[in-house]
């Protein structure tokens, strides 16, 4: 199976600052790499899909790269409602894994 | 307004059986492939089974095959996980999501339930 690796697992940051998460396939997955945002005590929700498509709705701040295996998550100006558990997924073909998250953490 | 909500968590002993349901509602149910996700107390999202829209695929984790069975009953609208010999690791709150097209290869998990808590203990 295809594992997907998430670094950080953690990370502080402070209002404004720009913020990356790393998430690595175990092989090539194309473009098919999804982000998802869970605030704490909250429902999983849809970012961004396609490693840079934005779901409608979200903010701008946001943005995805990457191709292949390797793929980034970018807050460009963190603000504090941006607090919450990171998850990358793959969804090329089942089993369709998670990474194991990156919690964001506001100072 | 697109939803799904889920019914049927609850505490049942290990070795037991429950069987997990999803109201869908908003949108044609038959045209979207659906998935249960789960999320163990203070762990990340874990992908548990999916189904197409027609039902006449499903796929499940290893961690659940043979024991979980995803089906659904598209004249209702309605999701279902039967979960068999149930193990205290299958303690979790379990999500039902819409995916954003008819496969669950290839397309997103776009709208997500509340979730139901189920707990596995004697």
């Known amino acids: 199976d295809i594992q997907m690796t998430q670094s950080p697992s953690s990370l502080s940051a402070s209002v404004g600052d720009r913020v990356t998460i790393t998430c690595r396939a175990s092989?090539?997955?194309?473009?098919?790499l999804a982000w998802y945002q869970q605030k704490p005590g909250k429902v999983p929700k849809l970012l961004m899909y396609?490693?840079?498509t934005l779901q409608p709705g979200v903010s701008s701040r946001f943005s995805g790269s990457g191709s292949g295996t390797d793929f980034t998550l970018t807050i460009s100006s963190v603000q504090p409602e941006d607090a919450a558990t990171y998850y990358c997924q793959r969804y090329n073909f089942a089993p369709l894994t998670f990474g194991g998250g990156t919690k964001v953490e506001i100072k | 307004e697109v939803q799904v909500m889920e019914f049927g968590g609850g505490l049942v002993q290990p070795g037991g059986s429950l069987r997990l349901s999803c109201a869908a509602s908003g949108f044609s149910f038959s045209s979207y492939a659906m998935t249960w996700v789960r999320q163990a107390p203070g762990k990340g999202l874990e992908w548990v089974s999916s189904?197409?829209?027609?039902?006449?695929?499903?796929y499940h984790a290893d961690s659940v095959k043979g024991r979980f069975s995803i089906s659904r009953d598209n004249s209702r609208n309605t999701l279902y996980l039967q979960m068999n010999s149930l193990r205290a690791e299958d303690t979790a709150v379990y999500y039902c999501?819409?995916?954003?097209?008819?496969?669950?290869?290839?397309?997103?998990?776009?709208?997500w339930g509340q979730g139901t808590t189920v707990t596995v203990s004697s």
């Open positions: 189904i197409t829209g027609s039902g006449d695929s499903t």
């Open positions: 999501a819409k995916e954003s097209g008819p496969y669950f290869s290839y397309y997103v998990m776009d709208v």
């Open positions: 396609a490693a840079s």
């Open positions: 092989q090539d997955i194309s473009h098919y």
